[in-house]
């Protein structure tokens, strides 16, 4: 008996030792003013959800063109910037949302994607993909949640959350126009990132 009761207290100090990293629903924090920039982005909008938990981002007439009228290639890129204080007690990671849009691309065309997010001064995740896929086809790209590896920020500190994104198409054929729309950025919340929590390490 006293063996199995041994036991029990054993198993609680681990499973409250290794405290797992929450998304931070329970947790009171706020987002400081959102800024979106990048030519790209101009009729595009950041603003914080009604429950103050998620970061919006509206993406609008993000198009790329390349081909037949248009030049052979287009570039387009937005960045997003949101100040951060970290609730007193936590440390405070960021994970990508998942950027999603169509393309219709013709012979010898192609578009590349990139996504960035991360803590100012830290590196970061970062998605990449080509697809030169002739047709019809959507993409999406992100989604990371690899949490052994995230980078966490300093306890208590005031930090800036980041997300770039940029594309380019780019196509030989002269004849035809290839075509690419970035449609959203979102978690399944409608975030443009998410955030993970974890409470400070004891020293």
Do not use: H
Not at 178 to 203: D, M, P, R, V
């Amino acid at each position: 008996m006293k063996a199995l009761q041994l036991l029990t207290l054993i198993l609680l100090f681990i499973l409250t030792a290794c405290e797992k990293p929450t998304d931070g629903q329970s947790i009171n924090y706020e987002f400081g003013e959102p800024v979106l920039a990048g030519a790209a982005c101009e009729n595009s909008t950041a603003i914080i959800s009604e429950d103050g938990k998620e970061v919006i981002v509206d993406l609008t007439d993000i198009t790329l063109q390349a081909g037949g009228p248009y030049r052979s290639l287009m570039r387009s890129s937005c960045t997003l910037a949101v100040p951060f204080t970290v609730p007193e007690g936590y440390q405070v990671a960021i994970v990508p949302a998942v950027l999603k849009g169509s393309t219709d691309l013709k012979e010898n065309a192609k578009l590349g994607l990139s996504l960035q997010t991360f803590i100012a001064g830290k590196e970061g995740v970062t998605s990449k993909q080509d697809i030169e896929l002739p047709g019809l086809s959507t993409f999406e790209l992100g989604g990371y949640r690899d949490l052994d590896n995230v980078e966490f920020s300093g306890c208590g500190e005031d930090i800036t959350l980041r997300v770039n994104f940029s594309a380019f198409l780019k196509t030989k054929n002269k004849e035809e126009e290839s075509f690419a729309k970035l449609s959203s950025l979102s978690n399944e919340k409608g975030g443009a990132f998410t955030l993970i929590f974890k409470s400070c390490e004891k020293k």
